[in-house]
């Protein structure tokens, strides 16, 4: 059974970290793309979320449009690549650390409402990530050596 932590991260800063991190934007992490450039950082994020909250698999399901079945299928599977790859178990600890510092950083708290968005009067732009074109990478091993994504 997982032991449960408030750690302050939301839903939404899983996704955005792996829409950051792995380059999906918002309509392919959370659409029907089943090509693993799409579904592996869906798979990731999910994995996270499950890890970092306190959402039940069925909540994190619904946040990505999905059943609760595929979130604990999404879980089983990071847990296995991360088993089998050391590269892929360092992107992932990328993320973790990147949540992590998310989640102690005051200006975040301050500029996010509790539902996770962008209080639109403090909002400098856009918050959405835009599409990139490009082949599926793992971040630089760096991304988080400073404590800073």
Do not use: W, Y
Request: hydrophobic fraction near 35%.
């Amino acid at each position: 059974m997982r032991k449960l932590r408030e750690t302050g991260v939301r839903l939404i800063d899983c996704r955005r970290a792996v829409q950051r991190v792995m380059q999906v934007s918002e309509a392919e992490l959370l659409g029907d793309a089943i090509e693993r450039r799409c579904s592996q950082p869906r798979q990731m994020a999910m994995a996270l979320a499950r890890e970092f909250t306190e959402a039940s698999l069925a909540k994190i399901g619904m946040h990505f449009g999905r059943d609760h079945t595929t979130v604990l299928h999404a879980v089983q599977r990071i847990a296995a690549a991360e088993r089998k790859d050391p590269a892929f178990k360092a992107a992932m600890n990328s993320l973790r650390c990147a949540l992590n510092s998310a989640r102690s950083n005051p200006r975040h708290d301050a500029a996010h409402g509790a539902d996770g968005h962008r209080d639109k009067k403090n909002a400098r732009g856009s918050d959405a990530a835009s599409p990139r074109p490009g082949a599926f990478r793992h971040p630089p091993s760096s991304f988080c050596g400073d404590g800073r994504p």
